[in-house]
């Protein structure tokens, strides 16, 4: 019974995740119309993972990538979307290290520190998979840029999103800097 209640609390927070709105669209001025949760942003990267990897013929354990990219985000659940522009990285770090576990406390200790494992493996960008899957997140929001401009007249913000992460060097000499290349170039 234990562990069907611990599935249940955890799902129960991990939900919420629908109902955070993504604060880079709203520091951009998105119309509210539009606006998508980080619920709706990781649904459709996991989309995006899997259709990339398919078309690029890039290989990983793709459950471990989709479940990686399902934990993403999921500190934002308790402190919010907070843009890479708003506050000191090392801040949002700790918070959400300290969301994050608090989210998966719920859990047994192995799946905890599996899906934590995960976690902090993407943030530390130190596997080629976890440098894939933090490419993937932001050439997400990069395509984004470029359909919310085009869509809703939101003058500029495909350059600004473009130049961020240039000056970032997000792409250089990742496997996705040749898709970075010919989207900056369309």
């Known amino acids: 019974m234990e562990k069907y209640n611990n599935v249940l609390i955890f799902y129960k927070e991990f939900i919420k995740i629908e109902q955070i709105m993504r604060k880079g669209w709203i520091i951009s001025n998105v119309p509210a119309e539009r606006l998508e949760s980080v619920g709706d942003h990781t649904l459709q990267l996991i989309m995006l993972a899997s259709v990339i990897t398919k078309e690029f013929g890039i290989s990983f354990d793709n459950k471990k990538l989709i479940d990686m990219l399902l934990m993403h985000d999921i500190?934002?659940?308790?402190?919010?979307?907070?843009?890479?522009?708003?506050?000191d990285v090392h801040d949002k770090k700790s918070k959400e290290a300290a969301a994050v576990k608090s989210l998966l406390s719920n859990l047994s200790a192995e799946n905890a520190e599996y899906y934590y494992a995960l976690w902090a493996e993407l943030k530390a960008r130190d596997t080629e998979m976890a440098k894939f899957a933090y490419m993937l997140d932001k050439i997400d929001a990069v395509i984004k840029s470029r359909i919310y401009e085009d869509e809703y007249n939101v003058d500029g913000l495909f350059d600004e999103f473009v130049t961020f992460q240039r000056t970032k060097g997000t792409f250089d000499n990742g496997v996705l800097e040749d898709f970075f290349s010919y989207l900056t170039n369309e």
Request: glycine share 16%; charged share 30%; aromatic share 0%.
């Open 75 to 87: 500190g934002e659940i308790v402190i919010g979307d907070i843009s890479d522009t708003e506050v």
